[in-house]
């Protein structure tokens, strides 16, 4: 057995890191590896629907491994990284316990942990740890109502987003950057082909999502890098409350794509032509 891959395994029997770090299923087998966690299977795939930008998952079991990532899964580990991501969890909030928790509040759960940081201390905050409980059983008369409401969403109807270019990019690379965009929209993710050595891309492609009336939609732009974890641009978000206004409204400008930590920084503009098409109720 190779030196990192012992070292993996050693890991995994240290206190914290026998169980996953976000619905304490035991014996985790996967791991997050720019987060240095320990997760399950079903927590794996939600972790993988985030976007390497937000988690690299590798198998402890299957994947080869390198030294510097066993280092930071050292480094880090369950214990110390819940510590901080999981500092004050609202009471209202269902946690992920075993395969007791669906997928949608499971994922709900995950984005709002790792990408949000949402459960992250506050100045003057309070810590409140969150409470992994099996949930209960329906009693039969019909009376009992389940915390994974919080992920029932109902949809309203359609909103289709172009995204038609991208110009005066930041630099990322030596002389140039090679920018693809992740567009969010609730719980829904998708995106955008690479456009490389290029800072004004030409992309005009169409995604589709169901909308609730109320989500904003949120647009991510990275800099890909086949070597190393790829490279933050910017992002946006648009607010499409005005599609409600009435039939035919339509948003089609552009953009100011800013750096995630100084919102007042300006990294470029997006082009995006976004429709709305309700759903007819029958």
Request: charged residues 25%; contains cysteine; hydrophobic residues 35%.
């Amino acid at each position: 057995m190779d030196p990192p891959r012992e070292r993996l395994l050693q890991l995994l029997k240290q206190e914290g890191n026998t169980q996953c770090a976000d619905c304490f299923e035991p014996n985790p087998l996967w791991a997050s590896v720019n987060w240095g966690v320990f997760i399950c299977t079903q927590c794996a795939g939600v972790h993988r629907s985030l976007g390497v930008q937000h988690s690299f998952v590798l198998s402890c079991t299957l994947d080869e491994w390198k030294q510097e990532q066993v280092d930071n899964m050292a480094l880090m580990g369950n214990a110390r990284v819940n510590e901080r991501l999981e500092y004050c969890v609202p009471k209202n909030i269902e946690v992920p316990y075993h395969s007791d928790t669906d997928r949608d509040s499971r994922a709900m759960y995950i984005r709002a942990k790792y990408v949000d940081n949402m459960f992250c201390a506050t100045p003057g905050g309070s810590r409140r740890s969150p409470e992994r409980l099996p949930k209960k059983k329906p009693t039969g008369n019909g009376s009992h109502q389940s915390n994974s409401k919080i992920a029932m969403v109902e949809f309203i109807g359609i909103v289709d987003v172009t995204l038609v270019e991208c110009r005066r990019l930041v630099v990322k690379d030596l002389v140039s950057s090679d920018p693809y965009c992740v567009m969010t929209l609730g719980m829904q993710t998708r995106k955008s082909t690479v456009k490389y050595s290029e800072l004004n891309p030409v992309y005009n492609e169409k995604f589709s999502f169901s909308w609730d009336g109320i989500e904003a939609l949120v647009v991510d732009l990275y800099d890909k890098d086949d070597l190393s974890k790829d490279d933050d641009m910017g992002t946006l978000s648009v607010d499409l409350s005005p599609l409600l206004k009435g039939k035919g409204v339509e948003l089609k400008q552009w953009y100011p794509v800013v750096n995630r930590k100084h919102p007042d920084k300006n990294q470029g503009e997006m082009s995006l032509h976004i429709m709305y098409i309700p759903i007819q109720n029958s």
